[in-house]
């Protein structure tokens, strides 16, 4: 069975997180939307969506959508999110979540008392790469983890992106920043201990707009952890690492593992490195939620662990001298 996909807006990110996915899967992309018809037109010929709407509500409430997908600018997420709820529909929203830790709760308690399904767009914790990585923290090869490096890198966004938005709720924290955190927070899940933000830096582009920021944490163990975040690389960049007291282990590449699927080894009896399948990280997400959705599988996320990704993000810009979204 196939999931008949309703999307909002015409993004850049469209083509790689449901698109492709949809393709490569079966599902069909029924119906899109943007502010701009035009824009949808070209949208929905380039890519094969069935038809466009004149508006983000006639998509969320078109009875011939099961699951609607929101990659529109950060702080649409939420209302548009309230909006598909309401009409009883699942959603996979891009992260972040929302804009803020309170926003997000609000999001979380409708979805919850609906009873509507809801996913973050962490693609990355669905790849092979990522749940290696996770099974190198525990399994005691790197003997015990001592620090936790998230590094993401990307050049600047053209000045009139919504990423540098205080309005959109822009900001490196929010666009990338909250990967390392969700990182962290995983890792902690899964034995490390929940972590503690210890400090944050930032440099601001605009009044309230981040253009980097570094969240330093610790672990119950005493292990360290790093989220480095920059939007004015002079390329993109996004790896994780894993030091212990017996090695260290680098993802190359953990967001766009269809592209660089490697992790690096090290131990005292050498270098290796393991290939984990260049499938997208973001088809194995779609395939995730359509299984939960058409057989009940249980997803590995749900709404609680969103509300407290958005706690840290706020806690991060707190710590770092700002004010959330």
Same mark, same amino acid.
Request: negative net charge; contains cysteine.
């Given at each position: 069975?196939?999931?008949?996909? !309703?999307? $909002? %807006?015409a993004? /850049?990110?469209? *083509?790689?997180?449901?698109?492709? &996915? +949809?393709?490569?899967?079966?599902?069909?992309?029924?119906?899109?939307?943007?502010?701009?018809?035009?824009?949808?037109?070209?949208?929905?010929?380039?890519?094969?969506?069935?038809?466009?709407?004149?508006?983000?509500?006639?998509?969320?409430?078109?009875?011939?959508?099961d699951?609607?997908?929101?990659?529109?600018?950060?702080?649409?997420?939420?209302?548009?999110?309230?909006?598909?709820?309401?009409?009883?529909?699942?959603?996979?929203?891009?992260?972040?979540?929302?804009?803020?830790?309170?926003?997000?709760?609000?999001?979380a308690?409708?979805?919850t008392?609906?009873?509507?399904?809801?996913?973050?767009?962490?693609?990355?914790l669905?790849?092979?790469?990522?749940?290696?990585?996770?099974?190198?923290?525990?399994? !005691?090869? $790197? %003997?015990?983890i /001592?620090?936790? *490096?998230?590094?993401?890198?990307? &050049? +600047?966004?053209?000045?009139?992106?919504p990423?540098?938005?205080?309005?959109?709720?822009g900001?490196?924290l929010?666009?990338?920043?909250?990967?390392?955190?969700?990182?962290?927070?995983?890792?902690?899940?899964?034995?490390?201990?929940?972590?503690?933000?210890?400090?944050?830096?930032?440099?601001?582009?605009?009044p309230?707009?981040?253009?980097?920021?570094?969240?330093?944490?610790?672990?119950?163990?005493?292990?360290?952890?790093?989220?480095?975040?920059?939007?004015?690389?002079?390329?993109?960049?996004?790896?994780?690492?894993?030091?212990?007291?017996?090695?260290?282990?680098?993802?190359?590449?953990?967001?766009?593992?269809?592209?660089?699927?490697?992790?690096?080894?090290?131990?005292?009896?050498?270098?290796?490195?393991?290939? $984990? %399948?260049?499938?997208?990280?973001?088809?194995?997400?779609?395939?995730?939620? +359509?299984?939960h959705?058409?057989?009940?599988?249980?997803?590995?996320?749900?709404?609680?662990?969103?509300?407290?990704?958005?706690?840290?993000?706020?806690?991060?810009?707190?710590?770092?001298?700002?004010?959330?979204?």
């Amino acid at each position: 069975m196939s999931l008949r996909i !309703g999307v $909002l %807006g015409a993004s /850049r990110i469209a *083509e790689n997180a449901i698109v492709g &996915p +949809a393709r490569d899967l079966g599902h069909r992309l029924v119906v899109v939307a943007a502010r701009d018809p035009q824009r949808a037109r070209r949208f929905a010929d380039t890519y094969g969506v069935e038809r466009i709407a004149d508006s983000y509500a006639d998509v969320v409430g078109d009875a011939e959508v099961d699951v609607v997908y929101n990659p529109l600018a950060n702080s649409l997420h939420a209302p548009w999110n309230l909006a598909a709820i309401k009409a009883g529909k699942p959603v996979l929203t891009e992260k972040p979540f929302a804009r803020n830790h309170i926003e997000a709760q609000q999001v979380a308690d409708a979805a919850t008392a609906a009873g509507v399904s809801m996913l973050e767009g962490f693609h990355y914790l669905f790849h092979p790469v990522t749940q290696r990585m996770f099974e190198l923290a525990t399994d !005691g090869e $790197l %003997g015990e983890i /001592r620090h936790v *490096e998230v590094r993401m890198a990307m &050049p +600047a966004p053209a000045p009139d992106d919504p990423r540098w938005s205080l309005d959109l709720a822009g900001g490196a924290l929010m666009d990338l920043g909250c990967y390392g955190l969700h990182i962290m927070r995983q890792l902690g899940a899964r034995g490390l201990g929940r972590p503690a933000i210890t400090a944050a830096h930032a440099s601001q582009r605009g009044p309230g707009v981040d253009e980097w920021c570094d969240v330093e944490l610790r672990f119950p163990s005493g292990a360290t952890g790093c989220s480095a975040n920059t939007m004015t690389a002079e390329a993109f960049s996004f790896t994780v690492k894993l030091v212990g007291s017996k090695g260290d282990a680098l993802a190359h590449d953990f967001i766009k593992p269809h592209t660089d699927d490697r992790i690096t080894i090290r131990t005292p009896g050498g270098t290796r490195v393991e290939h $984990l %399948g260049t499938r997208a990280s973001y088809t194995y997400q779609l395939d995730a939620f +359509a299984a939960h959705l058409l057989d009940h599988v249980p997803l590995p996320i749900g709404v609680d662990d969103a509300v407290q990704n958005m706690h840290y993000v706020d806690a991060a810009y707190r710590a770092a001298g700002m004010s959330p979204r």
